[in-house]
């Protein structure tokens, strides 16, 4: 494993920390402006929608457990794909999943990665 993979591999890492914690400016960070995602429930949504819900408290992620995490770079465009266990409260209701997780991360500002795309699944 080279060097690129290894700061995505962090980069993700960094990402889930963010989500775990409501880390509103960490999200902001290392999530793309231009950023194409799609839940579980196969609706779009927007960096903007994704940073409000965290914001607002509309959605909570009570814990968050890394269970497979693969990480594949070619030049500046690295993928995750990460199995996570996640517990928490999304408008009003409590939940339990295991959520696959496939990011598509783009090289920003030297050896920085931001998510371009993401795409979520039941697992």
């Known amino acids: 494993m080279g060097a690129a993979e290894d700061r995505v591999r962090e980069a993700e890492r960094e990402l889930q920390s963010a ?16 950023v194409i995602a799609t839940g579980p429930d ?4 927007t ?37 996570l266990a996640l517990t928490g409260v999304n408008e009003g209701e409590e939940f339990a999943a295991r959520l696959r997780y496939t990011r598509t991360w783009i090289r920003h500002g030297g050896d920085r990665w931001r998510v371009l795309a993401a795409h979520v699944s039941p697992a």
């Open 42 to 45: 196969g609706r779009q949504f």
């Open 47 to 83: 960096k903007a929608q994704d940073l409000e819900a965290h914001r607002s408290g509309t959605l909570v992620i009570q814990d968050l457990t890394e269970e497979e995490l693969s990480v594949v770079v070619a030049g500046d465009t690295g993928v995750t794909v990460v199995l």
């Open 19 to 34: 989500m775990r914690a409501g880390d509103v400016g960490a999200l902001g960070r290392l999530i793309d402006d231009r």
